[in-house]
């Protein structure tokens, strides 16, 4: 943890530093602000994990002596296949042509995405957890 809050830290006051040149050679003021908004958001994501470090112990990360592997465990569980993304994608897609298009085509998309959103969340809801 202690890493990532110096690296946001660092990457703040690279896009101040970068904020004031492009201000001074540019002068517009859309980028300059974005560049300024860039640098608060930086460092307010530097700050949070910095202050956090200091009450998490210590991680693989934090050791120069760490492998890669000691942090390693199980990440969670992922799909092998599933056919719902594919429901999603086909009613997503019929969904915006219908904003180029007319909008009565989300008449066919909305049933699409609907039943590709139920799948994918009850696709595996079986045995003793499946409501009758």
């Known amino acids: 943890m202690k890493v990532q809050g110096k690296m946001f830290i660092w990457l703040a006051l690279f896009i101040l530093i970068m904020g004031v040149v492009y201000g001074v050679w540019s002068k517009e003021p859309a980028g300059t602000t974005a560049l300024f908004m860039g640098f608060g958001l930086s460092m307010m994501i530097g700050y949070y994990l910095a202050f956090t470090a200091r009450r998490?112990?210590?991680?693989?990360?934090?050791?120069?002596?760490?492998?890669?592997?000691?942090?390693?465990?199980?990440?969670?569980?992922?799909?092998?296949?599933?056919?719902?993304?594919?429901?999603?994608?086909?009613?997503?897609?019929?969904?915006?042509?219908?904003?180029?298009?007319?909008?009565?085509?989300?008449?066919?998309?909305?049933?699409?995405?609907?039943?590709?959103?139920?799948?994918?969340?009850?696709?595996?809801?079986?045995?003793?957890?499946?409501?009758?």
Request: without cysteine.
């Open 56 to 132: 998490v112990d210590a991680m693989a990360q934090d050791d120069k002596e760490a492998d890669v592997a000691d942090e390693a465990g199980e990440v969670g569980f992922f799909s092998p296949h599933s056919w719902q993304p594919l429901a999603l994608g086909v009613g997503g897609a019929l969904a915006f042509m219908g904003v180029v298009f007319g909008w009565w085509l989300l008449y066919f998309s909305a049933p699409i995405i609907m039943l590709g959103l139920w799948g994918w969340v009850f696709e595996y809801y079986h045995g003793e957890n499946r409501t009758q």
